[in-house]
């Protein structure tokens, strides 16, 4: 599905970053991807090992960080980690919910050499 | 060697997106990208759209499809810039992206409409994930496909700021599964607007585009 457009997009930054730094190939990149994505890890890593066949990324290994999904109320400042979603707040039921973590697909870092 | 990166996986869709946005406002051109499962009836909500909209908005669509542009022929009888995109040519893709918007804003003149509509290839999961330039994101569901729709995939309702609940003509009384649906949205985003419709017979389609024109009017601070 478009775990592979994710892909190609991860496998061609780090590719610029890893040459940009002089060095040949990345092993290793550390991502975090939110829960509230539209990203499935075990999906990624699988479209991930085909999509970077023949680039600077083809041996890298790749570290996902699973963000949890946290919201506060802006009613009465409470912090909430939610599995299921829904916008409503345990402690005084209001709808005010700010998003803190989750939709997080982000590259971290990357070890080249 | 260690390098630390934080960069956003999508930068370059964000980034072509921006560009997008920036160019459609620049114009007074407000976008909404229409999004939803396949069969639910995106198409035909379009043409009911298009139909109730009348001279109130010059519109222009790009339609979007794996394959096939039989959605962009049904649409042309309302003479109107229309621009097919398979994503067959790009790879397949099961979501449109910032980058095939760009080219099909090249072939629409910009500053003879007013409303941009963009349908999304029918998937409730992929798109919600992609910004494309719009200002607007509608998900829109088949009263009979499932309540729990917007349980099993809330991020496409969260993102999205209406929902149009269509083929409302299949029920002799909707009234319990929209309500159904409306709560069920709500938890994904309490600030979503409901609208029930039939593109078939027409029922709804006046309040949906009511709303739309509003919004245009709020986004963009003109007629």
């Not at chain 2, 330039?133 to 569901?141: A, D, I, P, R």
Request: include cysteine.
């Amino acid at each position: 599905m478009h775990e592979a457009s994710i892909a190609q997009a991860i496998v061609r930054s780090v590719s610029d970053v890893v040459i940009q730094n002089g060095r040949s190939h990345a092993t290793r990149i550390h991502l975090q991807i939110g829960e509230f994505t539209a990203v499935v890890p075990q999906a990624l890593l699988s479209s991930f090992r085909w999509v970077a066949q023949g680039t600077p990324c083809e041996d890298a290994a790749l570290e996902i960080e699973d963000i949890p999904i946290r919201f506060r109320c802006e009613e009465c400042q409470s912090e909430v980690t939610m599995g299921e979603v829904n916008l409503v707040c345990p402690n005084c039921h209001s709808h005010r919910l700010r998003l803190l973590s989750g939709r997080e697909l982000l590259i971290k870092s990357v070890e080249a050499e | 060697m260690e390098i630390r990166i934080v960069e956003k996986i999508l930068a370059a869709n964000e980034a072509l997106a921006q560009e997008n946005r920036g160019l459609l406002s620049a114009d007074g051109v407000y976008a909404v990208n229409l999004m939803g499962p396949p069969g639910a009836g995106k198409t035909a909500l379009l043409e009911a759209t298009l139909q109730a909209l009348g001279d109130r908005a010059r519109a222009a669509v790009i339609e979007g499809d794996i394959a096939t542009t039989a959605d962009a022929e049904r649409l042309s009888r309302f003479g109107i810039p229309i621009v097919q995109i398979n994503t067959d040519r790009f790879g397949g893709e099961c979501h449109l992206e910032a980058q095939m918007i760009k080219s099909a804003l090249a072939q629409i003149p910009l500053s003879d409409i007013d409303l941009l509509l963009i349908e999304n290839i029918g998937n409730l999961i992929c798109p919600a994930e992609f910004d494309l330039g719009q200002h607007c994101n509608v998900v829109l569901l088949d009263i009979l496909g499932g309540a729990d729709k917007p349980l099993k995939y809330p991020l496409m309702f969260h993102i999205s700021q209406a929902l149009l609940i269509n083929k409302i003509d299949l029920l002799e009384d909707a009234s319990t599964e929209v309500a159904l649906l409306t709560e069920n949205a709500l938890r994904a985003n309490p600030a979503i607007a409901c609208f029930p419709t039939s593109a078939k017979t027409g029922a709804g389609v006046e309040e949906w585009v009511k709303w739309l024109l509003h919004s245009a009017k709020d986004t963009l601070g003109q007629d």
